[in-house]
C-alpha cells in the first residue's frame, strides 16, 4: 500500500478522527475550523503513527506554514518519493504511483 492509498484506509481516517477529537475540531496553531487537515509530525511511523506525539490538527494555511517553517529551518522533510519509498509495498506500486505523480505535474 503506498501513502496515497493509506490516506484512503480505514485505519487513518480513524487516526485522523481521533486527532480531529483530541484538538476540538480546531486548528491547532490558530484556532480556526475550516480546512482542517491532519498533520504527521514525522513519517517515521506511517501506519503506525502515536495519535497523540506524530500528529497534529492544522487548517489549510497553518499546514503549508509548518511546511514552509521545516524547509526554512532546514529541518529533515521527507520528499515525496521518500514517503512513497517508506510505504510502498512493491516496486510495482512505485511505478505506479510515480507515474500517477508525473501525470498530475504536466
Known amino acids: 500500500m503506498n501513502y496515497f492509498q493509506y490516506l484512503q484506509s480505514d485505519h487513518w481516517r480513524k487516526m485522523r478522527y481521533r486527532r480531529l477529537l483530541i484538538d476540538g475540531f480546531q486548528c491547532h496553531e490558530c484556532g480556526h475550523g475550516d480546512a482542517l487537515q491532519v498533520h504527521h509530525?514525522?513519517?517515521?511511523?506511517?501506519?503506525?503513527?502515536?495519535?497523540?506525539?506524530?500528529?497534529?490538527?492544522?487548517?489549510?494555511?497553518?499546514?503549508?506554514d509548518e511546511h514552509r517553517r521545516q524547509i526554512e529551518e532546514k529541518r529533515p522533510v521527507l520528499s515525496r518519493r521518500e514517503i512513497l519509498r517508506s510505504v510502498v509495498v512493491t516496486e510495482e506500486d512505485f511505478i505506479r504511483v510515480k507515474d500517477e505523480f508525473r501525470y498530475r505535474k504536466k
Open 41 to 64: 509530525k514525522t513519517y517515521e511511523r506511517i501506519g503506525k503513527e502515536n495519535v497523540d506525539t506524530d500528529l497534529v490538527t492544522l487548517c489549510a494555511r497553518c499546514h503549508n
